[in-house]
C-alpha cells in the first residue's frame, strides 16, 4: 500500500496549485454565462484581485482594451510601468523538423 502523504506537504502542493495572492482577474458585467474576455469589447469590465479565499472586486474599467491596460500593468499610451516584467518575444516560427 502507498503511505499517506503528511498534511503539511499536502497543503504546500494545495497552495501552489491556486492562484497567487494579489491577482488581478477580469469579468465582464453582464448576466448569464462568461464568455472569451474579447467579446463585446465596449463592455464593462469589473477587475477582481484574489485575496487567498476569494475575489474581491477591485474597480470598473471601461472596456476591454482599458481592462488589459489594468491587468497587464500599462500606463496610458502602451508603456508599462516600472518593476512590472515584459514578456519577452517567442522563437521566431521556422521549421520544427529538420529536412
Not at 470598473?60 to 491587468?71: F, N, P, T
Amino acid at each position: 500500500m502507498d503511505e499517506e502523504e503528511p498534511l503539511a506537504s499536502w497543503a504546500a502542493r494545495w497552495e501552489q496549485r491556486l492562484w497567487p495572492v494579489g491577482q488581478l482577474r477580469a469579468v465582464r458585467l453582464m448576466d448569464g454565462r462568461q464568455r472569451g474576455a474579447h467579446v463585446a469589447p465596449g463592455e464593462p469590465r469589473l477587475i477582481v484581485r484574489w485575496d487567498g479565499y476569494q475575489w474581491l472586486p477591485e474597480t470598473v474599467a471601461e472596456d476591454y482594451a482599458a481592462a488589459q491596460r489594468i491587468l497587464h500593468g500599462i500606463e496610458g499610451g502602451g508603456a508599462p510601468r516600472p518593476g512590472r516584467s515584459v514578456r519577452r518575444p517567442r522563437k521566431a516560427p521556422g521549421r520544427h523538423r529538420k529536412p
